[in-house]
Antibody, heavy 116, light 107 residues
């Protein structure tokens, strides 16, 4: 059974940083690209970033480019999202998802709140 | 970037009604479109890929059609458990983009 479990969210001040993790199990992690998707309170889904199975290719939404960094550790079956220079508009539930290329499995979501 | 426009943004229908949601792409994306269902307080659930192929386990009352720039998601007979917001997503290229969502209410 595929499982994706996010961790690392919480409250952070504007300008601060946070790292999200997503522990994967139930599939060959290194064979699949992985994505982050976020959802601001009461809003729709926003695609954030993707990383290839090897980790050699990454893409970002313009809204986070230069501030967020996606990475993965295939030896630990774990996906990461390093978020720097956080803004109030980054407040959202962040989901990790397995890509094939549609997002066929999603984590439960992790709330990140950027506020002073 | 490819923009996806969903319509309507909200609909209210009765149990047993046929419901259709439209997703229009700002440029052709062949059949590289997926649909998701998000129930209140839950993570999205994957329903359809390649515009019209039902994911395993998804009830057959759900169907998808279309290609290029116009796509539809149809629920042939609306059920109470279909209360949710539905999103389309293009997987033709990066950055991936989602439609704005269609909230389905049961009358």
């Amino acid at each position: 059974e595929v499982q994706l479990v996010e961790s690392g969210g919480g409250l952070v001040q504007p300008g601060g940083c946070l790292r999200l993790s997503c522990a994967a199990s139930g599939f060959t992690f290194s064979s699949y690209a992985m994505s982050w998707v976020r959802q601001a309170p009461g809003k729709g889904l926003e695609w954030v970033s993707v990383i290839s199975g090897s980790g050699g290719s990454t893409y970002y939404a313009d809204s986070v480019k230069g501030r967020f960094n996606i990475s993965r550790d295939n030896s630990k079956n774990t996906l990461y999202l390093q978020m720097n220079s956080l803004r109030a508009e980054d407040t959202a539930v962040y989901y990790c998802a397995k890509e094939s290329p549609q997002l066929d499995y999603w984590g439960q979501g992790n709330l990140v709140t950027v506020s002073s | 970037d490819i923009q996806l426009t969903q319509s309507p943004s909200f609909l209210s229908a009765s149990v047993g009604d046929r419901v259709t949601i439209t997703c229009r792409a700002s440029q052709g994306i062949s059949s590289y479109l997926a649909w998701y269902q998000q129930k209140p307080g839950k993570a999205p659930k994957f329903l359809i890929y390649a515009a019209s192929t039902l994911q395993s386990g998804v009830p057959s009352r759900f169907s998808g059609s279309g290609s290029a720039t116009e796509f539809t998601l149809t629920i042939s007979s609306l059920q109470p458990e279909d209360l949710a917001t539905y999103y389309c997503q293009q997987v033709n290229n990066y950055p991936r983009t989602f439609g704005g969502g269609t909230k389905v209410e049961i009358k």
